[in-house]
């Protein structure tokens, strides 16, 4: 008899420095990894509910992984051990906290809980950068969390947030938290599942909706060319699906992954 390792994957990700090296964090079985690809070569890594893992593409050894509501990890020896991490016990974090490196600079990390951190030292200590993104805390469910975030590949200093509670943000500075604008005024007030930075142009992103929640037919993708000023629904003949992320083929403009 064959045991089979099967699990469900929230997220997946490739080592850049070893690409047979794959983990992914998973449904209440933390994170697992299969250094050599082999079929039956998984192990826990990190406990938990599992999510987002990232790995820094310049210095293998500094490695990130995370759990519910805020769990975050680093590691400095390439996965064989974590260390909590996360900037704040007092926050409140998404069920699948979001935080991203730099896309110039990976020592650079930011991470939602309500409000945005950076850190400059590979997630060793962190700084805050924003206030409160959400409207609010709403009890008792445990909403009022940001969602998703991005950094501008070509311009760093552009970072965009997302939030459960319908609010999309732009930071055009990079820092400072004051600096942050509202963008969605006149875009669905649904789960913002994903907010991406186009890799041509600094000044486009998009943003996808779940609508979970909702039983109304609205648009689920939307492409902005001007920072969020304005935004096209590019949804085209997509069904009334919740929309859980979006790629932009950074090889052919024009392109997108749903």
Not at 15 to 43: A, C, E, L, Y
Not at 59 to 80: D, K, L, V
Request: net charge negative; charged share 15%.
């Amino acid at each position: 008899v064959m045991t089979l390792p099967i699990t469900q994957f929230y997220t997946c990700e490739v080592n850049p420095h070893n690409t047979v090296d794959i983990m992914g964090g998973t449904q209440d079985r933390g994170t697992q990894r299969s250094s050599s690809g082999d079929f039956m070569g998984w192990k826990s890594i990190y406990g938990g509910d599992g999510f987002i893992v990232r790995i820094n593409p310049v210095e293998e050894r500094y490695m990130y992984a995370a759990s519910q509501r805020g769990g975050f990890s680093r590691s400095t020896n390439g996965g064989s051990s974590f260390r909590s991490a996360y900037p704040s016990g007092s926050d409140r974090y998404n069920w699948k906290t979001p935080y991203v490196l730099d896309p110039k600079d990976p020592s650079i990390l930011y991470l939602g809980s309500h409000r945005v951190y950076k850190s400059t030292n590979h997630a060793k200590t962190w700084s805050l950068l924003s206030s409160d993104l959400t409207n609010g805390d709403q009890p008792p469910w445990n909403y009022g969390t940001i969602t998703t975030l991005a950094v501008s590949p070509v311009n760093t200093d552009i970072i965009y947030a997302g939030t459960d509670d319908g609010n999309v943000w732009v930071n055009s500075e990079g820092s400072g938290i004051n600096n942050w604008t509202k963008i969605s005024d006149n875009l669905p007030v649904r789960w913002v599942s994903c907010v991406a930075a186009d890799p041509y142009d600094e000044n486009t992103a998009y943003v996808t909706y779940t609508g979970i929640r909702y039983y109304d037919y609205v648009p689920h993708v939307f492409r902005t060319n001007d920072k969020g000023l304005t935004w096209t629904d590019i949804s085209a003949n997509l069904p009334d699906f919740p929309v859980n992320n979006i790629q932009i083929d950074p090889d052919l403009p024009n392109t997108y992954y749903v």
